[in-house]
């Protein structure tokens, strides 16, 4: 077997857990921290936004890192890093302690063990199986956001939360460290190999090596082509995430079944990265772009207009399959276009302008539903802003696939 199946497997693992941690099972955590220390859901969700500005300006210089750097020596520093946060949140006795905590190391985490380290790994071994490399990779995200909340929440039930994390302490880098540190190589020129097991290096693969110039991306319209359909997708599939149980139980559904709309959109999430990583070498990448932002924004716009179970189960069911199909479509593009020598980097950047743009579109969701007292305002202006980065991104032209 290719040894770039194995950094597949174990950036899967590291992706999985991570995201599964930091993002998934926040919610999980702070609940019983709020009751606890009397704090409300505005105050608990600074963690988030305090973490994501930091992410805004780490990011673009961890990528460069993961140029330039031992990725198996940054992974396993991260997974420590994550632990150490996890011991830290267990000793915390205020709400801003946590958030302190939260913001100053997640940025970190969330970049090396997420989409900007563990893509730019994968990307480096695969030339023409990378779309596929990058959705099975994606899948972690779905598999880790299944398991690791229900693991933290029986841990809660049993244990309370602060033991909880600190068993979580202990489990994340007793299962990282190793496998990072035995399997992880930078690229396979390193181990005397070549992308995708070619017994040659394929014409047009572009430059593994970490000394490739960085473009000016920043005067390139590829590159805000390319970040305005993503940030987007991210701001409306994070909104959607947050508002869509609170939407249900505002239109008579029971908590149980609104629950069961989060289940439904995981599943979905993690059929649909299948199905790309099934389907990636056939798949036109902008084309899967594009799908996506339908996907998410006919949904929304139905939303409005009907009220049913049956539709919102529906709508859970397109939001999951476009998360599965443009984070790894937004990989592949990246280094389809960039090449795999400056990924990272380009990823970083592209961060900057992606996060913001989920910064502004969750509040923004629920400041529209405390004006308006419905969310028909805000999911009709992300119906929109689907519209417009189809348009932008459209006109994108992206390189075939090498050989």
Same mark, same amino acid.
């Given at each position: 077997?290719?040894?770039? #199946?194995?950094?597949?497997?174990?950036?899967?693992?590291?992706?999985?857990?991570?995201?599964?941690?930091?993002?998934?099972?926040?919610?999980?955590?702070?609940?019983?921290?709020?009751?606890?220390?009397?704090?409300?859901?505005?105050?608990?969700?600074?963690?988030?936004?305090?973490?994501?500005?930091?992410?805004?300006?780490?990011?673009?210089?961890?990528?460069?890192?993961?140029?330039?750097?031992?990725?198996?020596?940054?992974?396993?520093?991260?997974?420590?890093?994550?632990?150490?946060?996890?011991?830290?949140?267990?000793?915390? $006795?205020?709400?801003?302690?946590?958030?302190?905590?939260?913001?100053?190391?997640?940025?970190?985490?969330?970049?090396?063990?997420?989409?900007?380290?563990?893509?730019?790994?994968?990307?480096? #071994?695969?030339?023409?199986?990378?779309?596929?490399?990058?959705?099975?990779?994606?899948?972690? /995200?779905?598999?880790?956001?299944?398991?690791?909340?229900?693991?933290?929440?029986?841990? =809660?039930?049993?244990?309370? #939360?602060?033991?909880?994390?600190?068993?979580?302490?202990?489990?994340?880098?007793?299962?990282?460290?190793?496998?990072?540190?035995?399997?992880?190589?930078?690229?396979?020129?390193?181990?005397?190999?070549?992308?995708?097991?070619?017994?040659?290096?394929?014409?047009? /693969?572009? &430059?593994?090596?970490?000394?490739? !110039?960085?473009?000016?991306?920043?005067?390139? =319209?590829?590159? #805000?082509?390319?970040?305005?359909?993503?940030?987007?997708?991210?701001?409306?599939? /994070?909104?959607?995430?947050?508002?869509?149980?609170?939407?249900?139980?505002?239109?008579?559904?029971?908590?149980?079944?609104?629950?069961?709309?989060?289940?439904?959109?995981?599943?979905?999430?993690?059929?649909?990265?299948?199905?790309?990583?099934?389907?990636?070498?056939?798949?036109?990448?902008?084309?899967?772009?594009?799908?996506?932002?339908?996907?998410?924004?006919? !949904?929304?716009?139905?939303?409005?207009?009907?009220?049913? +179970? &049956?539709?919102?189960?529906?709508?859970?069911?397109?939001?999951?399959?476009?998360?599965?199909?443009?984070?790894?479509?937004?990989?592949? =593009?990246?280094?389809?276009?960039?090449?795999?020598?400056?990924?990272?980097?380009?990823?970083?950047?592209?961060?900057?302008?992606?996060?913001?743009?989920?910064?502004?579109?969750?509040?923004?969701?629920? +400041?529209?539903?405390?004006?308006?007292?419905?969310?028909?305002?805000?999911?009709?202006?992300? $119906?929109?802003?689907?519209?417009?980065?189809?348009?932008?991104?459209? !006109?994108?032209?992206?390189?075939?696939?090498?050989?």
């Amino acid at each position: 077997m290719y040894y770039g #199946w194995r950094v597949v497997a174990v950036s899967m693992l590291v992706f999985g857990l991570s995201n599964g941690i930091t993002a998934y099972s926040y919610g999980v955590l702070v609940l019983p921290m709020g009751s606890e220390f009397g704090a409300g859901r505005g105050e608990l969700m600074l963690g988030l936004t305090a973490s994501s500005l930091l992410s805004i300006l780490f990011a673009p210089a961890l990528g460069g890192l993961m140029d330039k750097g031992q990725a198996r020596l940054l992974f396993s520093g991260a997974a420590l890093l994550l632990g150490l946060e996890l011991l830290l949140i267990s000793f915390v $006795t205020s709400v801003w302690a946590f958030v302190a905590v939260f913001a100053l190391t997640t940025p970190v985490i969330s970049t090396l063990l997420g989409p900007v380290g563990t893509n730019t790994v994968v990307a480096r #071994w695969f030339s023409r199986q990378r779309a596929r490399a990058l959705g099975i990779l994606a899948m972690g /995200t779905s598999i880790g956001g299944l398991l690791v909340p229900l693991l933290l929440q029986t841990l =809660i039930d049993n244990v309370g #939360w602060r033991e909880a994390c600190r068993w979580m302490a202990l489990l994340v880098p007793v299962l990282l460290v190793p496998f990072a540190l035995l399997v992880i190589r930078n690229r396979p020129e390193d181990m005397g190999l070549h992308p995708d097991g070619d017994s040659a290096a394929v014409a047009g /693969t572009g &430059a593994t090596g970490a000394a490739a !110039p960085m473009p000016a991306v920043f005067r390139d =319209i590829a590159f #805000w082509r390319i970040s305005l359909a993503v940030g987007v997708l991210m701001a409306a599939f /994070t909104a959607a995430l947050t508002n869509l149980v609170p939407f249900a139980v505002g239109h008579g559904v029971t908590g149980a079944r609104a629950a069961a709309l989060m289940s439904a959109l995981a599943l979905a999430g993690l059929t649909g990265k299948l199905l790309f990583s099934v389907f990636a070498t056939r798949i036109d990448l902008k084309l899967a772009l594009l799908v996506a932002l339908l996907l998410v924004g006919l !949904p929304l716009a139905s939303l409005t207009v009907w009220h049913t +179970y &049956a539709v919102m189960v529906a709508a859970s069911l397109c939001l999951g399959l476009a998360s599965g199909a443009f984070l790894p479509a937004w990989s592949a =593009i990246v280094a389809r276009i960039y090449g795999p020598a400056v990924f990272g980097r380009v990823m970083g950047r592209m961060q900057s302008v992606t996060i913001p743009l989920v910064m502004i579109g969750t509040p923004a969701t629920g +400041y529209l539903f405390d004006v308006t007292g419905s969310y028909d305002v805000a999911f009709l202006v992300f $119906t929109v802003a689907a519209a417009i980065a189809m348009a932008v991104l459209l !006109p994108l032209r992206v390189p075939p696939l090498p050989g």
